[in-house]
């Protein structure tokens, strides 16, 4: 089998899935003249913040993730956002397909803290290859391996982050709690007399001294 590539050409929102979901849309090239009967594919996708700037603002958002800015040289590790597998149909040299990640707005998920920190700039993502070819041959088909050497990376606008979020969950966003803890919110919200749960936080906040 000769040299398999992959390139990632870009990424969009999805406007009509039920749930989150980003699209990449990978490129693929297989330059033998048989050409590809399938490929089952699996995709790795990590998050690479070492590889790009952060303002102020995001710096403290960020500290939970990575602690005080003064050891960022070795807390700045890679984070995992996506594994999935997609089948690849048929093709002679080189196709693209949409690969679809279904993504959380969970801030307790490593990945979600971090996009959510992002005001704006682009996201560093590596993009890791392995799977499964089924080749045309002669005689029917041969079977090969993705090497593991293919990746390819990939910036992702923050904004397309934002765009995304926006359509599930405009101008919001997700905590979990516990349930004891959710029924104490609960009863200070009836006990002030609030009406949203916005309200009850913004109390809480405005109460806390520091």
């Known amino acids: 089998m000769d040299e398999i590539g992959f390139t990632c050409v870009g990424v969009r929102a999805e406007a009509y899935a039920a749930f989150p979901t980003l699209v990449f849309r990978l490129r693929i090239t297989e330059p033998s003249p048989e050409g590809v009967h399938a490929i089952g594919l699996r995709c790795q996708i990590r ?16 500290g939970d993730l990575f602690g005080d800015p003064s050891r960022w040289g070795d807390t700045l ?4 956002f996506a594994n999935l597998s997609i089948m690849v149909p048929a093709f002679t040299g080189t196709t693209e397909v949409d690969v679809p990640v279904p993504c959380s707005y969970d801030l307790e998920v490593a990945a979600g803290k971090y996009f959510a ?6 996201i560093p993502l590596l993009l890791l290859f392995s799977g499964t070819v089924f080749s045309r ?15 390819t990376r990939h910036r992702l606008p923050a904004a397309v982050w934002r765009e995304l979020m926006d359509r599930y969950f405009p101008d919001s966003g997700w905590l979990r709690l516990r349930r004891d803890t959710l029924r104490d919110l609960h ?7 609030l009406a949203t749960w916005d309200e009850a ?3 809480l906040l405005k109460e806390t001294p520091g």
Request: charged fraction near 35%; hydrophobic fraction near 35%.
């Open 47 to 62: 998050i690479e913040p070492h590889l790009r700037r952060y303002d102020p603002d995001e710096v403290e958002l960020l």
């Open 77 to 80: 590790k890679p984070l995992q």
């Open 117 to 122: 920190a992002l005001d704006d700039g682009e």
């Open 137 to 151: 041959a002669e005689r029917g088909f041969s079977v090969g391996q993705v090497p593991w050497h293919c990746e």
């Open 187 to 193: 009863r200070f919200k009836y006990e002030r007399a």
């Open 201 to 203: 936080l913004e109390l």
